[in-house]
């Protein structure tokens, strides 16, 4: 049961409940470096050349400064860009302590994969090889499910004194990924006769186990232990979590009992924390009280493309159509930067309600306002226009998707070539078939790529033959 969905963001909830600082709260002299970084995506260049203009223009540039920023650009998972800050300390030699060498060897695997940080981590000195860095290269194997190198890790870290509640923390994000909640109390379980420290991140972790086991008095249960025996530990992340739990239970009541609490204990201008409340008061059904937290956030603290993306966003849950028209349109307003995410939530509502000359009219619009991507909009189209079947606007929209692909990275979603799949099976169009399958490759998608759409797809097997029968026979080319 993965109720963490029910809160905007998905399975993003664990990682963002501890996150709550933004970059407007750097001090300036700090805010103007790191947002040259963070415009990098908009402005081009690389984080070399952004470095080394701030040290021509005479600005200072400490180690302090630089940590700063590639802790901010983690956290909103600018990983490349935080990864070639710290390669550009190493070139210039800036002294790592045993924490950089841990961040380090984290956005190595983020950027370069595993492997590329299991050889990292190998050729550190000695001293580098500590609980630090043994505990990073625990958290790569867990974040990437690799059970078996994660428990032998574990075990060698066990060897060396090195275990920490960060380490059991990781395993039990993992045996939950994985769909293995009933581990997660036999963690809990060896911390307590070890004498570990719990933390509040380990609480929460337990509870969703209880709630993935269905097991409700026993998420009760932790929940009053927390009370008891670490009540500091509780603060609004904990009453969000058990909100969410008690929404995927039906427990609707008990959830607005913990917001209510949240509400209680939440500092006045924590924006994230509204955006929380928003998603969960929407999980509940109480379209009342979604309207009474967006009016208190926009009160309190500008409304940012992010707060406006998770309202509409659960506005479309809410199935509040007149509330999204309303609210898209004050946006529009108001925005001080495009945002293509936006646009996607009014085209799929409108697109739900048959309302198709609307949709078009905003993604018209988005088209000349900024340059997307637009690849999931253009998707959303193509399903639709399937769905009416209307095959030649849903391939303008497939053809114009790969056409942009040259400067992003996009590969048509499994999804999308089933429903064209589905369109020609109920069409009995074998030459579509066979004509879908060229433009794929013609735009370098794989035999690998292409199986797996025929794996994902729900059409019958029998109108994938030409798919099948066209890697066949490419397999064998390779093969001579």
Same mark, same amino acid.
């Given at each position: 049961?993965?109720?963490?969905?029910?809160?905007?963001?998905?399975?993003?909830?664990?990682?963002?409940?501890?996150?709550?600082?933004?970059?407007?709260?750097?001090?300036?002299?700090?805010?103007?470096?790191?947002?040259?970084?963070?415009?990098?995506?908009?402005?081009?260049?690389?984080?070399?050349?952004?470095?080394?203009?701030?040290?021509?223009?005479?600005?200072?540039?400490?180690?302090?400064?630089?940590?700063?920023?590639?802790?901010?650009?983690?956290?909103?998972?600018?990983?490349?860009?935080?990864?070639?800050?710290?390669?550009?300390?190493?070139?210039?030699?800036?002294?790592?302590?045993?924490?950089?060498?841990?961040?380090?060897?984290?956005?190595?695997?983020?950027?370069?994969?595993?492997?590329?940080?299991?050889?990292?981590?190998?050729?550190?000195?000695?001293?580098?090889?500590?609980?630090? &860095? $043994?505990?990073? @290269?625990?958290?790569? %194997?867990? /974040?990437?499910?690799?059970?078996? +190198? *994660?428990?032998?890790?574990?075990? !060698?870290?066990?060897?060396?004194?090195?275990?920490?509640?960060?380490?059991?923390?990781?395993?039990?994000?993992?045996?939950?990924?994985?769909?293995?909640?009933?581990?997660?109390?036999?963690?809990?379980?060896?911390?307590?006769?070890?004498?570990?420290?719990?933390?509040?991140?380990?609480?929460?972790?337990?509870?969703?186990?209880?709630?993935?086991?269905?097991?409700?008095?026993?998420?009760?249960?932790?929940?009053?232990?927390?009370?008891?025996?670490?009540?500091?530990?509780?603060?609004?992340? &904990? $009453?969000?979590? @058990?909100?969410?739990? %008690?929404? /995927?239970?039906?427990?609707?009541? +008990? *959830?607005?009992?913990?917001?209510? !609490?949240?509400?209680?204990?939440?500092?006045?201008?924590?924006?994230?924390?509204?955006?929380?409340?928003?998603?969960?008061?929407?999980?509940?059904?109480?379209?009342?009280?979604?309207?009474?937290?967006?009016?208190?956030?926009?009160?309190?603290?500008?409304?940012?493309?992010?707060?406006?993306?998770?309202?509409?966003?659960?506005?479309?849950?809410?199935?509040?159509?007149?509330?999204?028209?309303?609210?898209?349109?004050?946006?529009?307003?108001?925005?001080?930067?495009?945002?293509?995410?936006?646009?996607?939530?009014?085209?799929?509502?409108?697109?739900?309600?048959?309302?198709?000359?609307?949709?078009?009219?905003?993604?018209?619009?988005?088209?000349?306002?900024?340059?997307?991507?637009?690849?999931?909009?253009?998707?959303?189209?193509?399903?639709?226009?399937?769905?009416?079947?209307?095959?030649?606007?849903?391939?303008?929209?497939?053809?114009?998707?790969?056409?942009?692909?040259?400067?992003?990275?996009?590969?048509?979603?499994?999804?999308?070539?089933?429903?064209?799949?589905?369109?020609?099976?109920?069409?009995?169009?074998?030459?579509?078939?066979?004509?879908?399958?060229?433009?794929?490759?013609?735009?370098?998608?794989?035999?690998?790529?292409?199986?797996?759409?025929?794996?994902?797809?729900?059409?019958?097997?029998?109108?994938?033959?030409?798919?099948?029968?066209?890697?066949?026979?490419?397999?064998?080319?390779?093969?001579?």
């Amino acid at each position: 049961m993965n109720y963490s969905r029910l809160i905007s963001g998905g399975g993003r909830l664990l990682r963002r409940l501890c996150t709550a600082a933004t970059a407007a709260e750097l001090p300036n002299k700090k805010a103007n470096l790191y947002r040259r970084l963070a415009d990098l995506e908009k402005t081009g260049g690389t984080v070399s050349q952004t470095l080394n203009q701030y040290i021509i223009e005479g600005k200072a540039l400490g180690k302090d400064e630089l940590e700063r920023c590639v802790q901010e650009l983690r956290k909103y998972r600018r990983f490349h860009h935080a990864f070639e800050i710290m390669e550009w300390m190493m070139m210039r030699q800036i002294n790592f302590s045993w924490d950089n060498y841990a961040v380090y060897l984290d956005l190595v695997s983020k950027v370069k994969g595993v492997v590329e940080a299991e050889n990292h981590f190998n050729s550190f000195p000695p001293p580098a090889k500590n609980k630090y &860095t $043994y505990g990073s @290269l625990l958290n790569c %194997y867990c /974040k990437e499910l690799m059970l078996d +190198k *994660a428990l032998s890790h574990f075990d !060698k870290m066990d060897e060396f004194g090195y275990l920490t509640s960060l380490s059991f923390t990781n395993l039990m994000s993992m045996y939950m990924r994985l769909s293995q909640p009933s581990k997660v109390p036999q963690l809990v379980n060896v911390m307590k006769e070890r004498k570990i420290r719990m933390t509040e991140f380990t609480y929460i972790l337990w509870m969703n186990s209880c709630a993935a086991l269905n097991d409700l008095g026993e998420v009760e249960r932790v929940y009053e232990e927390m009370k008891r025996e670490d009540e500091d530990k509780i603060d609004w992340k &904990t $009453y969000s979590n @058990l909100a969410a739990i %008690y929404i /995927k239970a039906g427990f609707f009541e +008990k *959830a607005e009992l913990m917001l209510k !609490k949240v509400e209680g204990v939440m500092k006045p201008r924590q924006r994230e924390t509204y955006h929380f409340l928003l998603s969960l008061y929407a999980g509940t059904g109480n379209v009342k009280e979604v309207y009474r937290v967006w009016g208190t956030l926009k009160k309190i603290t500008p409304v940012t493309n992010r707060s406006y993306l998770i309202m509409l966003s659960n506005l479309r849950r809410l199935n509040d159509m007149e509330g999204i028209i309303k609210l898209f349109k004050e946006w529009e307003s108001r925005h001080v930067s495009y945002d293509s995410r936006l646009v996607g939530v009014a085209v799929q509502a409108y697109l739900s309600q048959n309302m198709d000359k609307e949709a078009v009219l905003v993604f018209e619009e988005a088209l000349k306002s900024c340059r997307g991507p637009f690849f999931r909009i253009r998707e959303m189209f193509m399903a639709s226009l399937l769905e009416k079947g209307q095959l030649d606007g849903a391939m303008s929209h497939l053809e114009a998707a790969l056409s942009e692909a040259s400067d992003y990275k996009y590969q048509p979603s499994p999804q999308v070539v089933s429903a064209f799949l589905k369109y020609y099976e109920e069409e009995t169009d074998l030459d579509g078939v066979d004509e879908l399958s060229k433009i794929l490759r013609s735009h370098n998608f794989d035999e690998s790529y292409i199986k797996t759409c025929i794996t994902a797809s729900e059409s019958s097997p029998g109108i994938h033959t030409v798919l099948k029968e066209d890697s066949y026979v490419n397999q064998a080319h390779e093969n001579l």
